[in-house]
Structure formats: C-alpha cells, structure tokens
T-cell receptor
Framework: ETGVTQSPTHLIKTRGQQVTLRCSSQSGHNTVSWYQQALGQGPQFIFQYYREEENGRGNFPPRFSGLQFPNYSSELNVNALELDDSALYLC?????????????FGPGTRLTVL | SQQGEEDPQALSIQEGENATMNCSYKTSINNLQWYRQNSGRGLVHLILIRSNEREKHSGRLRVTLDTSKKSSSLLITASRAADTASYFCATPSRDSNYQLIWGAGTKLIIKP
C-alpha cells in the first residue's frame, strides 16, 4: 500500500508568482484535503476534493484553487503569492464514507515566499 | 478559526513518565481525533473517539471525552524519546463533517 506523497519538498518563490503543489493520494482513497500550516500553529483547512469536484472550502481567497484527477492525485495552485502564504502545505487523503474517517497525511511541502 | 485548543502549549517530562494533554472545543461534535506531528512534517492519526464514547485505548495511548465539558484528554503512558512531537486535536466543522478544525497543538518533549 503506497502512502500519501507530496512534491516538491521545499519551494522558494517571490511575491506575485504562482505555485503548483502536487499530491498523490493513498491507494484506494477517493478524497483529498489540503491544509495550510503556519509555523507553530495547527493546520487550517483550505478545501477538499471528492470525485474530482470541490467538496468544501475553508476561509481562503479564490487565488487558492485546486484540482483532483481521475487517479485521485491532486494539485493545489496559489496565484499572486503573498508573504503570508509562507507555510507548510499538507495534503491528506481519505476514503469517503458515511460517518467520520481518519485522514492520512503526506509529509508536506514547505513554501517560502520572499 | 480554531475549534480546539490544546493545553498545555508545551510539556517537557522525563522518559518513562506519563504525559497528559488536554483539548477543549466550542461546539457540539460527533467525533474528536488526535494526531501527532514530528518536526513540522506530516501528521499521523492516533485515535478517533466518537461522541457516544467516554474512553478509548490504543497501546500506550488513552483518550477520554467529556461532551458536557466539551473537552478531551490524551494520556501517553511510559513515555519514550520517540514520543517527542506535537500533538493536535481535531474536530469536524459545525457545518460539515469532512472539514476538520484543529487546535494549535501541544509540543511534547521527552527528556532521556
């Protein structure tokens, strides 16, 4: 069973640029969630994708967008980067079913915006 | 916004001692989850406790849930150096079951 993988591990960008982060879900999972985690804080929910459609969104502006592909891999795109976007970006995959379920996290992508 | 708040923010104990950390939340929930994070990397799911459960065990971990006080505790018994990590509680959003709301975490340091 393959775990959740993310790429790249680290990334440095400058203000105003655009970035794409990638996530490969755990085998058998059909749902992916993206989180932003600032240093010393808990993760903040960005959005979730289920069957290639956005299934819910946190309090993030539209310049944060995503995609989920038929193989359940996913991308997080951030346009017009701001300094405050510097954070660890985590994706988590899960199997959508009735009731609560645990999420399996990737190792994250550390984004630094200069 | 953060739903859960962990207490204490940081905890340093000797190896072999027990570690207890607490989580308080604001709205009614149907489950609460605890996760561990090592060195700012990915999170690992530890335990999920449902609102109709009061206590749950997994190896050296014991989680309690008091819905009347809107609080949960995580006890790690016989701590080991490898338990050094940040521990987070997460609860489903009031609006949806799939969106997890997280606290700021408890940073646990186990001294050898």
């Amino acid at each position: 069973e393959t775990g959740v993988t993310q790429s790249p591990t680290h990334l440095i960008k400058t203000r105003g640029q655009q970035v794409t982060l990638r996530c490969s879900s755990q085998s058998g999972h059909n749902t992916v969630s993206w989180y932003q985690q600032a240093l010393g804080q808990g993760p903040q929910f960005i959005f979730q994708y289920y069957r290639e459609e956005e299934n819910g969104r946190g309090n993030f502006p539209p310049r944060f967008s995503g995609l989920q592909f038929p193989n359940y891999s996913s991308e997080l795109n951030v346009n017009a980067l701001e300094l405050d976007d510097s954070a660890l970006y985590l994706c988590a995959s899960s199997l959508w079913r009735e009731g609560p379920n645990e999420q399996f996290f990737g190792p994250g992508t550390r984004l630094t915006v200069l | 916004s953060q739903q859960g708040e962990e207490d204490p923010q940081a905890l340093s104990i000797q190896e072999g001692e027990n570690a207890t950390m607490n989580c308080s939340y604001k709205t009614s929930i149907n489950n609460l989850q605890w996760y561990r994070q090592n060195s700012g990397r990915g999170l690992v799911h530890l335990i999920l406790i449902r609102s109709n459960e009061r206590e749950k065990h997994s190896g050296r971990l014991r989680v309690t849930l008091d819905t009347s006080k809107k609080s949960s505790s995580l006890l790690i018994t016989a701590s080991r150096a490898a338990d050094t990590a940040s521990y987070f509680c997460a609860t489903p959003s009031r609006d949806s079951n799939y969106q997890l709301i997280w606290g700021a975490g408890t940073k646990l340091i186990i001294k050898p």
